[in-house]
Structures are given as C-alpha cells and as structure tokens.
C-alpha cells in the first residue's frame, strides 16, 4: 500500500490543527460500511486492506459477494457502498449507466501499476516459433486448438462476468480464435499450471499484478500498439473495418463509492479517496495466499500491522482535514 507520500502531509497538518477541532465528523458509526467482494484475489486484498483501514479509524466494515456488473446497481441503491479495484479495460456498462444517473461516483486512482493482455506460457515459443509476434497466431491457429474450437485456435477469456476483451480483441484483428471463457480466476491458473506441467497448448487473457506471473515463465503476445485512436477510429490498425484492432488501452484501476457515501460517512470517505495499494504488495500478499496457501484474514491483518504507523497517521489526517 503506497501511503508513505502522505506521512509528511499528515506530519504537518495535524501539530497545525493540535487544539482544534476536527473538521469532519465520523458519521453514522452505528450504520455498517458494506464492501463489495468480486471474483480475484488481488480485489480481495485491497478490499480487505481498506476495509481494516476503516475499522482501525472506529467504523463497522461487512464484505459482500456481488458480481462485478450488478454491484454498480445495488450501490446506486445504497445496498453497497464501495468496490474497492475497477479495472476500465472491462468496465461493465452498468458503472457508466449508474454513474451518469448520479448513484455511484469514481473517487480516484487505487494506484496499482497494471497491465492487461493475452499471455502464453513459455514452452509455446517451440510450438509456435513466430511469437511473441501477434502476426504468428494465425499460423499456429491449429495448435491452439481444442475438440471444442478445432479447427479454430482457442482463447481462454476471462470469465464471462469480467467482459470479453480478450475475443474482443482476437475478433477485431481477425485471428482465427474462438474464445472460450474461464470459470473463475481459480480455473485460469489451473489451466496455466497444466499447461506447464504437461507443455500442452495455451493461450489466454490475463493481468498484472499476479502472483502467476512471478511463479511461471511467461510472455505476452507482442499486439498492436493499443492506442485511443485504435479504440474510436475504424481507419487506424490492422483492420479497417473494426475499432480495437489493437492490443489492451492502458490500464486504469481506480475506487467506486456509493453517491452518499462522504454524506454518511465522512472520515471514511477520505480515507477511501486518500487509500492506495502498491502492485508489488498485492503481488507478494496474492503469493502467500494463492501460492502457498496462507489464510487471507492473517495476511491482511500481518501487512496492516507492519504498516501502522502510516495507517494511523493517515487516520489521523482524514479526521482533520
């Protein structure tokens, strides 16, 4: 979590504001903040990290499952109040459709340094020599294939609640794919590690930060330049006739409220504006826990503690602010 940049601010602020009031209130402590819990492991984490943040800070926090398109909808209704990790690279419409009515608001960067894109394990370069190369695939279609595809190469997407970027993206080149979704992010990284084992065929979407990604040898496949102008003019890239021809826009990750979130709860609506986490921390946090199977209520509450001091002096600044 990066929140050592806001030590020195909050070292100044608070000996400033000592013997003052503080400027926002805690809100309704009676009332339970609700979080909302989506299907990976590193939205987990920040979720869990921020909701320990504000029960440090004196508030009541419950995780709630909610698909990743439909807890845009129960938080403009109030029935949730905050997502914690929204990637734009598969923003579902009902954050747009929520957010032009006035019922969710986007309160800021999560800060983690991602990437999105279409992986391969390492063995496949000998079974398709061209890679990283997009331009090789259609090539080596048939060694993508499966009984399901055949003859087609197949993708394995992410799942079908995330979106399809990775078909989206195959289709509007004109790869000679056919993307079949994952199960779950559990499902992704079984096929990943029978693939290594068995150096058998794979190819599918998948993201950073990842603890996968620092176990395994992979590679990206090297895609177009992913550009906005690929994304809204037809006449740029590979096909003329398609916009997104390209590889994935650069990824921003950013926090969700519901729109009476800082009505409600002031204090901890600038510590969720103010929260951040670090891609090298979730990354190490995701390896103990997928990786070599530590408890996710240990692991957060091991990496809060190591970052008290920053924590509490975070508190400390919202509540004066």
């Not at 926002?24 to 909302?36: E, F, N, V």
């Not at 992913?226 to 006449?235: F, I, K, L, Q």
Request: hydrophobic share 45%; charged share 20%; net charge negative.
């Amino acid at each position: 979590m990066n929140i050592k940049s806001m030590i020195t601010a909050a070292a100044v602020a608070i000996p400033m504001l000592a013997g003052q009031a503080f400027a926002l209130d805690m809100g309704a402590t009676d009332k339970t903040i609700k979080m909302s819990i989506n299907e990976w492991t590193g939205q987990h984490l920040s979720t869990r990290v921020a909701g320990a943040i504000l029960e440090k800070a004196g508030y009541n926090v419950e995780y709630v499952t909610a698909g990743y398109g439909p807890q845009f909808i129960a938080m403009a209704e109030g029935d949730l109040h905050a997502a914690m990790e929204v990637w734009t690279s598969n923003l579902p419409g009902q954050f747009n459709e929520m957010a032009d009515k006035g019922g969710v608001k986007d309160i800021g960067a999560l800060g983690l340094n991602a990437r999105e894109g279409v992986l391969y394990p390492i063995h496949m370069k000998e079974i398709c020599p061209g890679l990283p190369d997009w331009k090789a695939l259609n090539a080596c279609a048939a060694k993508f294939a499966s009984v399901e595809t055949m003859p087609k190469g197949r993708l394995l997407d992410y799942p079908a609640d995330w979106g399809s970027p990775g078909k989206d993206r195959f289709e509007a080149i004109g790869l000679d794919f056919q993307a079949v979704p994952a199960g779950s992010e559990g499902a992704l990284i079984t096929e990943l590690e029978a693939s290594i084992a068995k150096k058998s065929p794979l190819l599918l979407t998948f993201w950073q930060p990842h603890w996968a990604l620092a176990e395994y040898e992979t590679e990206w496949v090297a895609l177009p330049a992913g550009t906005d102008e690929c994304y809204e003019d037809a006449s740029w890239g590979v096909n003329p006739n398609a916009t997104g021809d390209c590889d994935f826009l650069p990824t921003r990750i950013f926090k969700v409220t519901w729109s009476g979130f800082n009505d409600t709860w002031p204090v901890a609506g600038e510590i969720l504006a103010q929260y951040s986490m670090d891609a090298g921390d979730q990354q190490n946090m995701m390896a103990a826990i997928d990786g070599r199977g530590e408890d996710i209520d240990a692991v957060v509450a091991k990496f809060v503690a190591s970052k008290s001091a920053e924590i509490d002096a975070m508190i400390s600044a919202a509540k004066a602010k």
